[in-house]
């Protein structure tokens, strides 16, 4: 069911906010819990998630040097989450350290190692700041390409990307690689900083494994009429 499908980001200031949204929701079967609440929390919120039974995204976007990356993914796996975020950017080494770190680190703990996914290019960034900001020489879906090859070269276990350049990653990785998409804007939202935005039917068409949604969803005046609208749009696929 593509209800199943969506990742409900949980970018809220502190606990109170999060226990609130997460009562207010009860049809979310899946959470994103990122740097805000995780850097305000701590660990507290996955504790509170799992005994609600609710699968758990961390994103915590670790971008580091491989003695670092490996130290924090095994931490990180620890808590028996079921993705975990890591910039491609950080580099082959780095990336491959992450991959056997999250191994080591569920197993000491003795749970399931999370989905390690690999953030291709953030879907804040145009095609135009990636050129003039960042100075990459690339045009931006040969970009994300390589940065989602270079993941799966290392074992990762799939990426974050923006739902416009799904269609191309579906058909250059391999199958089991999971497509992971932010800059979900529903016709009837606001873009905010999303750059690289497609509905949620669009990005589900185009081969996306999972939606993360945030503001549409958390920021609407009834979150649960969002959800619906959404849920009803993703029956039309
Ligand atoms: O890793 C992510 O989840 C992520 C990567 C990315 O490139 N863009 C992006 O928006 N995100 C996250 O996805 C969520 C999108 O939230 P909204 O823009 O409110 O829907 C935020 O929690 C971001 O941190």
Known sequence: MNADKIIVALDVPDLESAIALVDKLPQVTFWKVGLELFTSTGPKILEILKSQEKRIFLDLKFHDIPNTIAGAC???AGYGVDLLTIHATCGKDALKAAAEAVQIGAEKAGTKPPKLIAITLLTSISARQLAFDLKIPLELPEFTLEMALLAQNCGLNGVVCSPQEVQQLRTSCEKDFLLVCPGVRPTWAEKGDQKRSLTPSQAITAGADYLVIGRPITAAAVPELAWN????????V
């Open 74 to 76: 095994r931490a990180a």
């Open 229 to 236: 609208q959404i849920v009803e749009e993703l029956k039309t």
